[in-house]
């Protein structure tokens, strides 16, 4: 394993060389079209169980620090891997006498905080699944539809929040009598709420030692939620062998992790696999440090990030597109942010969406400004259900849309279907299924034991599959118009999107058995106000209806159609969306993700006029 190579040309600075595995995988195709990719360096052995590391880290940098969050004063408040260990245990013993397990597992619905993370980590140390839900099922939804479903479908014994207060009425309306509910602060109108504070005070358990040494690789860890295609979420099932498995992964593709203790400045969610499993993951079982951001990738939300940047150096930083849209113009104007960023930085990574090629140009120009190299941006290809690092870029042909290649311990499979290569895993860190949903766990493996995915990929360069594949959209979003043409969703969405930048957040594509294709346009409100300043912050439908913003878009959306070259990526016709998208209704994620046929069966009324004879004004016509 070395240092990645930097090529560089008069025009094109250098990379930071940085320690990396790159991914090598032999090739067999077989006459069907199927090909099949393995890895060439077999996965090195991986602990049994995630808090072997803990007890690693507490012994051998017993004083680092695990884990900081903003205190009440402004400062930070630290827990120590020594710390940790004894916490966790504690804990752990509390939990262990509830009875709890797999069939009454814990539920947290609260964000990322340390306390949080202390539940987690005695879970995990006693053996106990738990499952972190997204805050907004709470905080968010109206009608608790999800809550409600997630409650019934995990059967809980217990409820962690941290403050009872802010989620008294999700509580009050979705967890009975009948389960214990516990919180770091805050109280629940009639209801008995055990104090976090008791269970950190907890004897440790005289069996303790030889419960964790049970825990063994096929130990239900968590429970992951993700979107199902009834809009009801489902559990993917995250044991042991799984996480640990994909740690090594990580560390052995991510090699500089080895070269010095990672430091991670995050906001990521640990309700979604990319902040949970990866990221803490990473953090623990690297003996690094991970500093929690409250800030958010929008207004009013990235100054803290910015905050929390100006008095910690990332090693590696982690985000999703928006989030470096939204740091992109601190970094150019803080001289002193851009230094504090970059000073010690190996890698950033994205994931969730596609980087635009202008927010990445920028980035790489504002690290040559400062240390005179570009940072290599990585990325890949993975999901909640492979734990998820699946598959990985090398930094030298790192680049908007590209996935790379598996990573050790991974097979991937190559599937025809429709014109294109259906993607599908096989590996360690592949989840056996649904909890208590055995027809979803049926439908998502075929009849060699591989995980579909539901994406499509295409070989970067097609008489040379070493080197990588790209993103070719999702299966399941394709369909056919009106003539049988196909229409491949994702890459005419990431072709709308970055046309229209900055003004477009998403779009939905609509056409199925039309004679033409329209589109749905999610606004990027953030991007609307840098064309009209005079907008509201927040308010879709002022920026849907703004003469300016329609103005900028018909420019935009006149280069779209210029470069359409069939009825397959031609779209006639387009309106502003002007309410926000439901959450309860399964149209949005809480990270944002669309889903596409959600949005369709929810919005007939917008369908219908956007094929109306004769259109209303808010749709915006090719003529």
């Not at 990319?274 to 803490?280: L, P």
């Not at 075929?446 to 959209?473: H, R």
């Not at 106000?529 to 907008?535: E, K, T, V």
């Amino acid at each position: 394993m070395s240092a990645t190579p930097s090529p560089s040309t008069a025009s094109t600075p250098p990379l930071r060389p940085i320690s990396f595995g790159n991914p090598d995988v032999t090739v067999e195709r077989r006459d069907d079209g199927t090909i099949y990719l393995r890895p060439k360096l077999k996965l090195a052995d991986y602990p049994v169980r995630l808090t072997d590391r803990l007890h690693h880290w507490a012994q051998a940098e017993p004083n680092r620090v695990f884990m900081a969050e903003r205190a009440a004063g402004g400062g930070w408040r630290q827990i120590t891997y020594a710390q940790l260990r004894e916490t966790t245990r504690r804990i752990a013993s509390a939990l262990i006498a509830r009875g709890l397990s797999a069939e009454r597992p814990i539920v947290i619905l609260s964000g990322n905080s340390i306390d949080h993370a202390l539940i987690a980590l005695g879970a995990l140390y006693a053996g106990i699944p738990f499952c972190p839900v997204s805050p907004a099922y709470s905080l968010v939804s109206r009608d608790y539809g999800k809550l409600s479903f997630v409650i019934k479908l995990l059967t809980p014994g217990l409820v962690f929040v941290d403050d009872a207060d802010k989620f008294a009425d999700a509580l009050r309306a979705n967890v009975g009598p009948d389960v214990e509910i516990a919180a770091s602060r805050g109280a629940v109108p009639g209801r008995e709420v055990t104090r976090l504070a008791d269970l950190m005070a907890t004897q440790e358990d005289g069996g303790l030692d030889a419960i964790h040494a049970a825990v063994g690789p096929d130990t239900i860890a968590k429970f992951l939620l993700t979107s199902g295609s009834t809009g009801n979420p489902k559990a993917v099932i995250n044991t042991q062998r799984m996480i640990c498995a994909n740690q090594v992964m990580l560390r052995e593709t991510l090699a500089f992790l080895k070269d010095e203790p990672p430091v991670i400045v995050d906001w990521l969610p640990w309700n979604h696999t990319f902040g949970g499993n990866h990221n803490v993951g990473l953090t623990l079982f690297n003996g690094g440090s991970m500093y929690l951001d409250e800030g958010k990738p929008m207004p009013g939300g990235i100054e803290e990030t910015v905050r929390n940047l100006r008095e910690v150096s990332p090693t590696v930083y982690f985000n999703v597109p928006k989030g470096y849209e939204a740091l992109l113009p601190y970094l150019r104007d803080d001289a002193a942010l851009r230094a504090k960023f970059f000073h010690r930085l190996h890698a950033m990574f994205f994931s969730g969406a596609a980087l635009s090629p202008f927010i990445w140009n920028s980035l790489d120009a504002l690290a040559v400004q400062e240390k005179g190299y570009r940072v290599p941006m990585l990325t890949g290809l993975g999901a909640t259900e492979t734990s998820p690092f699946f598959m990985s870029v090398r930094p030298d042909t790192s680049r908007s849309g590209h996935v790379g290649l598996p990573v050790s311990g991974n097979d991937a499979k190559l599937v025809p279907n429709n014109g294109k290569l259906e993607v599908r895993a096989k590996g360690p860190n592949v989840t056996p299924g649904y909890w208590r949903q055995p027809e979803l766990t049926a439908k998502a493996f075929d009849e060699e034991g591989f995980y579909k995915f539901g994406d499509a990929l295409k070989p970067a360069n097609a008489s040379d599959l070493d080197a990588g594949f790209d993103f070719d959209g999702r299966i399941a979003e394709d369909f056919k118009l009106a003539s049988g043409t196909w229409v491949s969703v994702g890459p005419l969405r990431a072709r709308f999107v970055g046309t229209c930048a900055p003004l477009v957040r998403d779009v939905v594509i609509a056409g199925l058995n039309r004679d033409e294709l329209a589109a749905i346009v999610i606004l990027d409100l953030d991007g609307c106000r840098l064309i009209n300043p005079q907008l509201a912050a927040g308010d879709i439908a002022a920026a849907a209806n703004d003469p300016v913003v329609r103005a900028a878009f018909r420019e935009r959306f006149a280069r779209v159609l210029a470069s359409a070259t069939g009825s397959s990526n031609r779209i006639a016709r387009a309106i502003l969306l002007d309410t926000p998208l439901s959450i309860d209704r399964g149209e949005v994620t809480d990270k944002g993700s669309i889903n596409q046929r959600a949005v369709l069966e929810h919005r007939t009324d917008i369908i219908e006029a956007l094929y109306a004879p004769v259109p209303p004004a808010s749709v915006i016509t090719s003529v």
